[in-house]
Nanobody, 112 residues
């Protein structure tokens, strides 16, 4: 049974930083690309960042380029999202994803 469990969300001020973590189980973690999505209130879920299976390639939404960094530790079956220079528009529930498997999300709130 595949499980993805996010953590690390919270309330942060404009310009602050947070590091999200996602713990994976029930899959051959090192074989799959991993993604972070987010969904703001009243908006559709959007792809934030992708990292390939070995971590050799990453991609980001234009809105977060230069501020967010996705990384992974295959030995620990973890994927991370380092978020710097946070803005109020980054406020959303952030989800970890692998294929059609989703975590329950972690809420990030950025105050202005």
């Amino acid at each position: 049974q595949v499980q993805l469990v996010e953590s690390g969300g919270g309330l942060v001020q404009f310009g602050g930083s947070l590091r999200l973590s996602c713990a994976a189980s029930g899959l051959t973690f090192s074989s799959y690309s991993m993604r972070w999505y987010r969904q703001a209130p009243g908006k559709e879920r959007e792809l934030v960042a992708t990292i390939t299976s070995a971590g050799g390639s990453t991609n980001y939404a234009d809105s977060v380029k230069g501020r967010f960094t996705i990384s992974r530790d295959n030995a620990k079956k973890m994927v991370y999202l380092q978020m710097n220079s946070l803005k109020p528009e980054d406020t959303a529930v952030y989800y970890c994803n692998c294929f059609n498997f989703w975590g329950k999300g972690t809420l990030v709130t950025v105050s202005s």
